[in-house]
């Protein structure tokens, strides 16, 4: 048998594009929630979704053989993840993530050597046009969309958090970016005795206050709008960034931990998660990606590992740092101050 290697993993890695796109694709069209809805064969599928003849069969049997869904006598259901987390009409859909990866993303990304040569984004500011959030932030269309995103992102380790971290020593939290809330909702579930500030811009108030409502935690859990740059951040026991610090530049990153250091009182924590990369930056790959991400995205954004992160705390003035893994490729950073 020969030890010569194949060039296999590099053809699927190289077009690796085709699948994802197959799987966008089926996503921005609502296939998985109208099968959640009702199983059906190909002529129906196609009748549903206004497929052309040409290009259905292969396109869903693409999808059968991917492992996204299931054929049964000519009839197609969802496998049991995408049943679970692309229906839009459960509250575990995941999916928001992907229709801004195929509406945004995917066209982007189309874009990386250019990026790479000159270190600039690739997105809608390209050739001088509003920021990122500027443009977000200017549609509620749109912002819904991204918060959205943000919570399918996020909602793993939201949990995690809420469920592993040491809440029992604290009284009161603040989410800081908080975008829809969920991350603090989670919080504020597993940990009745817990009081939360949801800390945002003002526009993202009545999207934040929705998703408590939703939640029943009106009691518990308020909204406070802010800049996080130009305003203080609200006093609590516990300050957490989630997906908050990879989106700026070193010097500002370190303003940010500084200003929850000054927010936090004797022994209270600070709470950063990302997609931490690895202290070898050899395995976390969704870290290492998302940081390209945010050379896409951002003027000055990294993703960073967790002894990067330990070091801007202990320079902040934590006395006290340690990683902790939370879910896939998600972990988190705390420091006591």
């Not at 990304?109 to 809608?124: I, K, N, V």
């Amino acid at each position: 048998m020969s030890d010569q290697p194949t060039p296999d993993r590099i053809m699927q890695v190289g077009l690796g594009f085709w699948g994802s796109k197959v799987l966008l694709s089926a996503v921005e069209i609502g296939l998985f929630t109208e099968l959640a809805e009702e199983p059906d064969n190909l002529q129906g599928l196609q009748r549903r979704l206004e497929l052309h003849p040409r290009s259905a069969r292969d396109f869903l049997d693409a999808l059968v053989a991917m492992g996204f869904l299931n054929r049964d006598g000519g009839v197609y259901r969802n496998a049991p993840e995408t049943d679970l987390y692309l229906d839009k009409n459960k509250p575990s859909y995941v999916g928001g993530m992907l229709e801004m990866a195929s509406h945004r993303l995917f066209g982007f990304w189309s874009h990386l050597t250019e990026a790479l040569r000159t270190g600039q984004p690739q997105c809608e500011t390209k050739g001088g046009g509003a920021s990122f959030f500027e443009t977000l932030y200017s549609s509620e269309e749109r912002l819904r969309g991204f918060l959205s995103a943000m919570t399918g992102l996020s909602s793993p380790a939201n949990h995690a958090i809420a469920a592993h971290f040491d809440w029992k020593e604290y009284k009161s939290y603040v989410d800081v970016g908080t975008a829809q809330g969920d991350l603090a909702v989670q919080v504020g579930l597993a940990n009745e005795h817990l009081s939360g500030i949801g800390f945002d811009l003002p526009v993202v108030e009545p999207i934040f206050n929705e998703y408590v409502r939703q939640h029943g935690l009106v009691d518990r859990l308020r909204f406070q709008a802010g800049d996080f740059f130009r305003d203080p951040l609200p006093k609590a026991d516990v300050i957490m960034m989630g997906h908050i610090l990879h989106d700026w530049d070193l010097d500002e990153k370190k303003t940010l931990i500084g200003k929850a250091f000054d927010a936090l009182p004797d022994g209270g924590a600070m709470i950063v998660y990302e997609s931490i990369i690895d202290d070898e930056r050899r395995e976390n790959v969704f870290g290492l990606l998302m940081s390209l991400n945010m050379l896409i995205e951002t003027s000055g954004g990294f993703d960073y590992t967790g002894e990067d992160c330990s070091e801007w705390m202990r320079e902040a003035g934590f006395c006290q740092t340690h990683v902790d893994h939370l879910v896939g490729p998600d972990s988190m950073v705390i420091g006591i101050k």
